[in-house]
C-alpha cells in the first residue's frame, strides 16, 4: 500500500473528485488530505505546509500539491523524486522548499498523455493529471515513464536577511486560521529575545515566550516547524499588525 498526500487550495467536490480518480486507478492507494486550509492562490504558505508536514508520513509516500494560479497557461506540471519521497504538482515553485529540504534526486516534465485522463480540462489538472500520475506511481509505475528529465525548474526561497548588527530583514510565509504569522526564519538562524517588530510603516514590541498563552500583546515564539512565529493570545497577529503572506517584516533586538 502506498500513502498519497493531498494539499490544495480548494475543497468540497473537486478534492473528493481527486481522490475518486486515484482510488480508481490504483485502489490500494491510501489517500490522506493533508491541507485543503490554504489561502486562494497561496503558492508560498502552501510550500511551507508541504515543507512542514512531509517528513511525518511514511517513506515512499507520494505528496501531491495543488495550488495552481498558473492551470492551463505554459507552466510546466513535474514530478521530482527526492531520497525519501515523491513529489507531484505544478512547476511554480511550491514543491521545491520540501523537496529541497529532503534531497532532490532527479526531476521530470509530466508530458505522458497516456497517462492522464482521457479529456484534460484547462482548469483542473488536479483531476486530469496530477492525480492520476501519482496513481500510476503508486500502483509501480516508474517515475521515468512520466516525461523527460528537466534541469531547470521555478523554485520558491523564503526571503530572510541577517546583518551584523543582528537586525532581521524577513517575510511572513504562512498564516494559520488563528492569524499567527509564520516568519522566515528559524531558531537556529538567530536568537531574538525582546524585539521591535516593524510591518510597512508600523512598529510593535514583542517578546520571546514559550507558548501562545504566555504573556499579553504581540509575542514571539518558536513555532513546531521550528520557524519564528508572531501570535496574540487569544487574537489574531495578522489582525494586529495588519500582516499577511509575502509582507515584509523587520526585527530588531531592544
Known sequence: MVLITLTTDFRGHYLGIMKGVIKSRSPAAEVVELSSEV?????????????????????????????????GSARKAIAVRSKNYTFIGPDNGVLMPA?????IVEVREITNWSLFLKEVSSTFHGRDIFAPVAAFLASGGRLEEVG??????????????????????CEVIFVDRFGNLT??????????????????????????TGTYADGEGLLLIVGSAGFYELAVKNGSASELIRALVGDRITINRT
Open 99 to 103: 523537496s529541497k529540504d529532503d534531497g
Open 39 to 71: 489561502e486562494p492562490f497561496d503558492v508560498k504558505g502552501a510550500a511551507f505546509v508541504l515543507y512542514s508536514s512531509y517528513r511525518y508520513f511514511p517513506r515512499g509516500t507520494i505528496h501531491v500539491a495543488v495550488v495552481d494560479p498558473g492551470v
Open 183 to 208: 516568519l522566515s526564519i528559524k531558531k537556529e538562524d538567530t536568537k531574538l529575545d525582546e524585539v521591535e517588530i516593524k510591518a510597512g510603516d508600523r512598529t510593535y514590541r514583542a517578546r520571546r
Open 148 to 169: 523527460k528529465r528537466l534541469k531547470k525548474f521555478e523554485e520558491i526561497e523564503f526571503f530572510k536577511e541577517i546583518g551584523d548588527d543582528g537586525a532581521v530583514a
